[in-house]
């Protein structure tokens, strides 16, 4: 079985026919492993670290950046500059539906966004306890990434349109999206959103905040919970690391970066 | 909670369609609270139903969840259809989104401009029968098994099966050369549960007309 040899630990290699259905591996690691276990030292089975492929810049690979550093997971990535380095990973069958973000971790290849995050939100507990919290966790979540996508998609439209779109988010943003976590938080009075710990849906918020900021700095004017919640989940010791220079952080997007897209893409 | 689900939402399938698919494969009775005018719609989002001022909107254990997808994976839980563990979870996760993907591009063709809604066919057709169909079919041969994930129906069936059902609508032609995609479309519709939710006087809903179309647009104030 292809996939069942290269886990012994070593880098994932590419081989030729590679089979996508990783449910044939065993499926011998722990279900859930708490925060202790999993910064325990493993067995070289789960030791390689994750590995990103994307262009280099934001789009929609940023989120999954956030939520692996916020855990405190360090990541590899692999930059994709040009249309072979796209080319080949489609031939090798390592893109499901031909797209990327595509992260390889624990044996898997995994495609589309919101299934690496939530399999990565689960995986380091940032996902609530049980049903409920973990469905408002993902109310949260995707209410945020839609206002980011917006962002990231911007990026790519002609400048009039970009302007228009921009100015949407700021607006979604102040009227939509903040006020209701402004709420929460005052509801609760607790320092994160769900559940009184630390999940996936903090951290996305705090990444929608500082993108938003960039394009407004005066957003949270009228939020000063939010204001309160931007500091402290930036005090998080891996967060505030990943807001530090020469991070895997991503700048925001620029003509290089959409140029870049557009080459590898050919679109 | 012994009351049924109550979903919020207008009397057609657009973003609700694949939340009613999902439960009533799962053979759970739900009810539908359906908004006609704008003001019902106002209603909602003034009383403070709406988290994000918008539908889907699911009354459901005492809570009203919104956006799609938690409401989906929410179900799926419930209900025992998310796979028995999170890298199942992974994968069901990784189909259900390709299908969403392609569901969202026909969900969207109605308020395509004329012009370019040709154009817009084309290009839907050509993803389906060159992306999204041949990676379903190929994940079917490679286990060679029932349903997509462990051998065992979970949402990710489901979501790939009513897809393919508009696929057809749109044109039968596109499943041709996928066998497996055939045989699981008819394994899933007869499933007890789906092959009910399959007949006429079900809560199931038919594509959008013009008149449906102009409703929702009224509803949701899209010009």
């Keep these: ?267 | 909670m012994a009351g049924k689900p109550k979903l919020h939402y207008f009397n057609g399938r657009g973003r609700m369609e694949c939340i009613r698919w999902l439960l009533a494969a799962a053979g759970v009775e739900f009810e539908e609270k359906f908004i006609e005018q704008p003001e019902d719609l106002d209603k909602l989002k003034n009383d403070g139903s709406l988290m994000f001022q918008q539908v889907p909107m699911v009354e459901i254990d005492g809570i009203k969840l919104v956006q799609t997808r938690a409401i989906l994976n929410y179900v799926a839980t419930k209900y025992n259809l998310y796979g028995k563990d999170m890298k199942e979870r992974a994968l069901i996760d990784m189909y259900s989104e390709g299908v969403a993907d392609l569901g969202e591009m026909i969900l969207l063709l109605p308020l395509c401009p004329p012009d370019q809604k040709d154009a817009k066919i084309a290009q839907i057709k050509q993803s389906t029968t060159n992306r999204y169909l041949p990676a379903f079919e190929k994940v079917l041969k490679s286990h060679g098994q029932d349903y997509l994930v462990g051998n065992k129906l979970s949402k990710a069936d489901i979501h790939l099966v009513e897809l393919l059902y508009l696929v057809e609508e749109l044109d039968p032609s596109l499943l041709a050369n996928f066998p497996l995609l055939k045989g699981l479309k008819a394994r899933v519709s007869n499933l007890p549960a789906v092959k009910k939710f399959l007949q006429p006087g079900s809560q199931r809903k038919p594509p959008m007309d013009e008149k449906t179309l102009e409703e929702a647009k009224r509803i949701f104030r899209i010009k």
């Design chain 1, 1 to 267: 079985m292809l996939i069942g040899q290269s886990l012994e630990g070593v880098e994932l290699s590419i081989t030729k026919e590679r089979v996508i259905n990783p449910h044939l591996i065993p499926l011998n690691h722990p279900r859930e492993e708490s925060q202790e276990e999993i910064r325990k030292p493993k067995p070289a089975l789960m030791a390689a670290k994750p590995k990103l492929w994307y262009f280099h810049g934001r789009g929609r690979m940023e989120s999954i950046r956030w939520l692996l550093a916020a855990a405190g997971v360090e990541f590899e990535e692999e930059f994709l500059e040009t249309r072979e380095q796209y080319e080949k990973l489609q031939k090798d069958g390592r893109l499901l539906f031909g797209q990327v973000p595509l992260v390889e971790i624990d044996g898997m290849e995994l495609t589309q966004t919101r299934a690496i995050l939530s399999y990565l939100a689960a995986k380091y507990n940032l996902h609530g306890k049980d049903p409920k919290e973990t469905v408002r966790i993902d109310m949260y979540a995707d209410g945020t990434l839609d206002l980011m996508l917006m962002v990231a998609l911007a990026a790519f439209k002609p400048p009039e349109e970009k302007e228009e779109s921009l100015a949407l988010v700021v607006k979604k943003a102040k009227t939509r999206y903040f006020p209701v976590f402004e709420k929460i938080l005052k509801d609760h009075g607790e320092d994160f959103l769900v559940g009184n710990k630390f999940s996936w849906a903090d951290i996305q918020l705090l990444e929608a905040i500082l993108m938003v900021e960039e394009l407004d700095g005066s957003v949270l004017c009228d939020f000063p919970l939010l204001k309160e919640f931007k500091t402290r989940i930036s005090n998080i010791p891996t967060i505030k690391k990943f807001l530090q220079p020469g991070s895997q952080r991503k700048p925001p997007p620029d003509s290089h970066y959409v140029e870049a897209v557009r080459n590898v893409l050919q679109l």
